[in-house]
C-alpha cells in the first residue's frame, strides 16, 4: 500500500495528530505576536465587495471582507505584504510597511480566467486548470425553491443533463455529464461538499443556500483526480465560510405558492365521454350495453331502450339525464395549491485567525396534491481557524427532513396524477355527508383514491449527516500536508400505514390486506473517507512554478436496512408498528421481516503536478492508483492516469498586440478514469453467492448468483480541448471545448449458457463493449452595459452530445426498458413495433413489419429501432441579468432539443379497447375510427391497442426555469445603523413551457416513458433579507 | 526527540491506515454466502445437497411433457392454452412457443452446477472424527444426482441412444458460469453417468431394508436407476442385473388394493424408491388440474380405455370431476391435506417392467421370465388377474409397452418409451383433431429443441435438427 514519505517531517513545528489530538491542543495554538489591520474594499465604481479574500501574502492568514466591504484582523507582527483577491477582479498586493489600514477599489478583471476551480481535492486557478469545468455560484441558485439542489442545475452548465424526474417535494434529478458513459452501471456524476463524498440522490438534507459555488467537473483531469470513481463527472460543493469581523446577522424568509403546471392535456368532461362511449357502444354492440358504460347504456341507439316499457323509458332517460348533470374535474380534485416557506438565519464572523459560519434554517414545502410535503430542519456549522502555519477548517452540516409521500408513484389506481385522467367526469366526489363515493369499480375510481390518501400514511423521517474536517500545515516555505477526514451519514426511517378503513381495504377478502398493514423500515447509509495529503509548491528564478502534490484516499461505504411489515393494525395507532397484530396460527396475520447489511471500500493513492513556464505554458499531470473491493484480487488494482497542457495564448506577444483579444488561453487534457461507484451487482458482483432455501422440509443452500471472477474496471477516457476567451474589453466572454469520450471494458448483458446453473437465458454483467460519447459544449457571456448605475449582461450555454454504442464486445443486443442496446445505436434508442396508422376501410390498428410492409398483425417481433433516443442530444440554457442601481433582474430559460419519449399517459387515455371499453375517461382528443372513411388516429374499438412507435412523441422543450426581481435598499435605511443591508425580491420557477409534448410535463416520469408522475409544479415566491 | 515522537504518531497514524487495507478490500457478502463460507462444515455440504434435491424437482418436468406430447393426455375442458404448443406439436427452441420442453434443459443443469458447486466443498469440508462415512454419503449423493441430472438431458434432447452420435449434451463436471460448452457425444455422456452412478453406489455402500428411505440417494435406488438406463442404453443384462438387484433386495415389494391407492395422496410409501419432497408447494399437485380444480390437462380416451374394469390403477389413476369431465387423479390430492405431493421418481413396479421388456428383448429371449415379471405386476393390480402366456417375444414386448403406458401414466415415461422404441405417437379421434393424431417415430419432434437463448449465448452449442 501506498504511503507518502514526508521528506522534511523534521521541521513539524506543530502537532500533526489525529483529529481528536488536535482539538484537544486547539485552544493552546497561537501564541506568536499579533497586529490588527481593517479597511474597505470596493469596486471601481464604489461599491462595496463582499467576500474579498484578504490574506498576508504567503500565508493562509486572513479573512474575507463583509457585505460592506469592510474586513479587519489580526496578522503577525512580522507580516509584509497583504493581498486583495476576488473572482472577476484583479488581485491587489500592497507592502504592509507598519500600516495598519488598507482600504482600495479592485478592478474589474478578467470574467472566468481568474476563477478558482475547486475540484475538491485541491483548489486551482482557472488559469492554471488544463480541464473543463463550469462555476454556479451562489447568486445563481440561491432561494430557488427546491428542497434538493441537483434540480438546480438545469439550464446553468453545458455538457449537463438534468432532468427533473418529479415534482414531489425533495426529488432529486436525473442528471449526468457529457451524455451516458455506462449501459450496466449509473451514470450520476460523484458529488462532493467540502472535500467529503456524499451519497448520490440523497440531498434533501442539505440547504442550497448556505452553498458558495457549485463547481461541475467534466473532462478527465477532473476525473483522473477522482480516478475510480471520476468517470462520471464531479460535482464539487462549496459551503460557505465565514467573514471576519464582527459578527453579522442575517435573516432571510421567502414564502411562496406553488401549482400545477399549464399543460395541453384534457381529459373529456361528462358530454364528451358519454357520447364517446354512445360511438363506442354502436361498433361493440350488446356486450357494451352495461351500467358501465352510461353513455350507450341509456342511449337511445341502444337496442336495449326499444324492448323497454314507457316507464322503463323514462327512468332510462331520466338515469341519463343525472348523469349528464355530473361534470367532475378530477384535475382540479386531485392537484391542490402548494405553499413554500424558508427561513434562514445566518451567523458569520470571526476574529483574527478564527472565522465562523453558522447557519439554521427551516424549510417547508407543500406539494400540488395531497399528502406530499416535505419539512426540513438544517443546521450548518463551518469554522476556520488559520494562522500562518496552521489551518483547520470544520465544514458540518445536519439535516432533518421529513417528507409525505403521495399514494403510489407508480402507474396504478392509486397514483394521484393517474387517476386525474382516467376518472370518469361524471363520478361524484362525495357523497352527501362528506365521506368519499367509495364503491367497486371504475365509476369509483377517483373517489376511491382519495379515500384511500385521507387514510394512509406513508412517510419518512431522515437525518443527514455530513462533517468534515481539514487539516492543513505549512511544513516549510514550500511544503505543506494536509489531512482531510470527514464522514457523510444518512438514516431514514420509513412508515407506510395501509389503514384498514380505507374502501379498498375494506372490500378485500384478503386478511392481510382488509386487516390494515404497517411497515416500517429503517435505511442507514455511512460513508467515512480519510485523505492525507503533502503538496510541494515552489517558483524557481522566477519563471518556473512547480506544484506536486500526493495523497492516499480510504473510502468505505457501510449500507444496513431493516424492514418490519406487520399486518391486523389498530387504526388508533397508524405511527407505531406496535399497533400490529401478532400473527398466530388462527388470524394467519404473520408479520415479515427483512434488510441487509452491505460494505464496500475504496482505496487510493495519487501523486499529481503542475509545472508553469513564465505563466505562459503550464502542463499537468497525475497518477492514481485505485483499489475496490467490488472487484476480483487480481483485477481490483488499476493505475488512472491524465496529463494536461495550457497555453496562456494571451501573453504571447503576437497576441497582446490585438487589441480586441484581452485574453487567450488554450486547454487540452487526456486521462483515464474508473467507474467505482457505479459497478453494477451490488457489493460483491464477482463472488458467487449462496442463498439459503428450503426443499421440502430439509434447509438448503443454493447457489444465487454466478458472480463473474473475470470482473474488472469499465475504463473511460476522455480527450479535451478546449478555449477560455476574453475580448472587446472585456465584453464577451466565454469558452468552448470539445470532447471525445470513449469508455472501454464496458459492462455489458451477457446471456448465459444454461451449463452456468442458472436456467435458460440467465445473464451477468462483463467486460466487453465499448462506448463513445462526443461532442461539443460553449458558454458565452456579453457584458451589453456596463456603468455605475446599469449593467446588462446576456449568458447562454449549450451542447451537443453525440453518443454511440461501439461494440458490445460480442455479445448479443439486448432490450433494457424501451430500447435494445444495439451496435452503432445512441443508448436510449426506442425499440419497438412501427405504427402505420389506421386502416381507414375496416379500422384495423396498422403496422410495419420489419421489411417495411404494412401488415394487420401485431407482432413483437417487428420492433425496429427507428423512433430516436429519450436522451436529447442539444441542450442548454441562456437568460440575462439586468442591474439598475438598487434593482436587479434576471431570468434563466432552459432547452433540450432532439429526445423522444414514450408517452404512456396517451397509451392508456387513446384506448378505446382497454380502457374507454371498462369505464375510464379518455384523452379530449380521442380519435377512433367508427365508420368505413374514418380517418382516424385510433383503431377500431374491436381491435385492441397495443405498444407502438404511435406513442413516441417530441419531448423537446424550452422552459422559464428562473424569473427574479429584487430590490436593494440604498445604505443608511436604518438611522440605527442595525439594519446593514437588506433587500427584498420576487421570483418564480418553471413558469412557462414550451414543447410539443402533451402529457403534464415532458421531464416528469422516466427518462424513456412517462408513468404519470408528478409534475413539476410552478413556483411563485417573495422574500426578503436583512443582515443586521 | 520531541519532534520524533511526533513523527513517529504521523507515520503511525498513516500506517494503521492502510495497513488494514488488505482485510477491507477482501470484503465477504453479509446477506448470502460466498464460496468462502457456504459450504465450510459437512453440515453446510448436507444443506448444499438437499438443494441439488429441490433442484431435481425438475423431473416435474419430464411428467408434464411426456403426457402432453404423447397419447396419455388431451387438453382439458378449462384448458385456455396452457400446453397447447407442446399437445399439438408446435414448440420451438423459443420461449413463446416452446417453453415447456425447453424448460429441463435449463432446469438439469442447474441440478447439475449445484452438484459441482458443492463437490469441491465435500471433499474439502472439515470433518469431525468419525464423519469420514459421512461425508462418503454426502459425496455419493451428489454423484448421483449430477447423474440423473445428465440422463435427463439425455432423454430430451438427444435422439434415440447411439453411443457414436455426436450430438449429446456437454458433460459438466466443473461449475464454469462463463463456460460456452459443446456437445459431447451421446456415448461420452453415458460413460460420465454409468462413472457416477458406479462411484456413488460404491460410496453409498449397502442398505438394508429397515434403513432404506426412498428421500435420499441409496444403493438401492442407485441401482433402479442403473436398470432404467441400461435399458435405454439397450444392455438388457445389465438392466436384468440391476432390477433383480432391487427386486431381491426386498426393500419395497408390490403391493395392492388399498395400500396401492395410497401411494399416490402419500398415505404411505409403498412402491416408491425415491421420491421428491413437497412441504407447501401443490406444483405437482396442480401440474394438470389447477387448485382451483380447472382441467388443464385431462387424461386421454385412449388411456382410460385401456383399463380393465377390474383394474384399480383406473380409479386411482384418473377421476371424474362434479362437471362431469375426467381429470388426472393420480398425483392429485395428499393425504397430508391439499394438493401437496410427492413426485414419486422411481417405484418398484417399473423394475418388473424393465426386467421384463429386458428378458424380451435380449439376445436370447427368456419369454417364460418376463411373462412371470409382467404377470406378477399385472396380479398385483387386476382383481381376479389369470396369468397370460406369451408365445413370440414380439408379443411380450407390445404388452409390456402397453402395461408401462397404463401402469406408469403421467410418471415421465410414455413419450420417452415410444423414441426409445421407435414408435410414433398415435393418439384416438376422441383425443385430437387429425392434424395432431399421429406424430411419426421418424418425427424430430422426438428430439427436444436446445434453448434458442443457448444456441445465441453459446456458439458452441448445435441445434438439433429441424428447430
Redesign the interface.
Known sequence: MMIVVLPKLRRIQKGFFCIAIMLAFLPGIAFSQTKNISGKITDANGTPLANVSVVIKGTTVGTTTATDGTYSFSAPANAKQIEFSILGFETQEFVINGRAKFSTALVASSKLLEQVVVTGISKTKKSEYAGASSKVSERDMKNVPVASFDQVLQGKVPGLTVLSSSGAPGTSASIFIRGQGSIQGQVSPLFIVDGIPVEQGVFQGMNSNDFQSIDILRDASAAALYGSRGSSGVIVVTTKRGASGKVRMTFSHQTGIKDKPSFPYRPMNTTELLKTQEDYGKIIGPSASTPVLPGYYYSHSNPRYGTLTDEGKAASDHAYDSISKINTNWIDEIFRRGIFQNTQLTFSGGTGKTRIYSSVALYHEEGITARSDLRRVTVRNNLDYSDDKFTFAVSLNIGYTKRNFIESAAFNTSNPFSIATLSAPYAKVTNTDGSYTTGTGTLYLGANQLDITSYDQNYSDQLKGTLGFTLEYKLSKNLSAALTTGVDFRETQGTVYGSPLAYQRLSSTTITTHSGSQTESLTRFVTPTVRPSITFRKTFSGKHDIEITALTEYIRQVNKAITALGFGVDPKRPNSIAAITQGNGDNKLFAQIGGGKSENTLTSGLIMGRYTFNKKYSFTGSYRQDASSKLPSDTRWIGFYSIGGIWELSRENFIRSVRAINSLRLRASYGSSGNADNIPGGDYPYQASYTGGQYGALKTIEALTPGNPNFKWETTYITNIGVDFELLNRRLYGNVDVYNKVTKDLFVQKTLSATAGFGNGASLDVNGGKLSNRGVEFVINGDVIRNKNLTWTIFANGSYNKNKVVSLGGETSYEQGTELITVGMPLGSHYTVEWAGVDAATGQPLYYDKNGKITNVYNADNAVQKFGTWDAPWKGGFGTNIRYKGFDLSLLFSWQRGGKKDDNLEFFTQNPAQFLGVGYNQSSDLNFWKQPGDIATSPSPIYATNFSSKSIHDASFLRLRDLSIGYNFPKGISKSKLVSNMRVYLQGNNLFIWTKWRGMDPEAGGVNINLSEYPNPRTLTAGLEITF | MK?KI??S???L???T???S??K?????????????N??LSLD?VQ??V??A???YGTYANDMYVNALISDESKLGADNAGQGAFSYRWQYSSD?SSGGDV??A???Y??V???V??VLPFAMTASVKAGEEERRNQLKGQLLALRALGHFGLLQAYCKNYDPSDPLGV?V?LK???????ARNSMGEVMASIESDLDSAKTLLQSTSVSAFSD?VINSINIAAYQARIALYRRDYDAAITYSTEVINSGVKPLVSGSDFQGIWTDANANETLFR????TSSAIGSLWTTTGGQVYVAPSDKLTASYDAADIRKNSYIATNPGGNRYVNKFFQSSRGGRVVDIKACRISEMYLVRAEAYAKRSNPDLAAGATDLNTLRASRITGYTDENFVSATGLIDAILQERFKELAFEGFRLFDLKRNNLPVERLAADASPAWQTLPASSNLFVFPI?R??T???PN?VQNSGY
Open positions: 519532534y511526533k513523527y504518531f504521523f507515520v497514524i498513516v500506517f491506515l492502510f495497513s487495507c488488505k477491507d478490500l477482501n470484503l465477504q457478502p453479509i446477506d448470502s454466502f460466498s464460496d468462502a457456504a459450504f453446510d444443506l448444499g438437499n438443494g434435491y429441490g433442484r420461449a425447453i424448460e434443459f435449463g432446469g443443469y442447474a447439475i452446477d449445484q459441482n458447486r456437454p459438466l461449475s464454469d458460469p462463463l463456460g460456452k460448452p428421500t421428491i419432497k413437497f412441504l434453448p437463448t443457448e445465441n449465448a453459446n452449442m
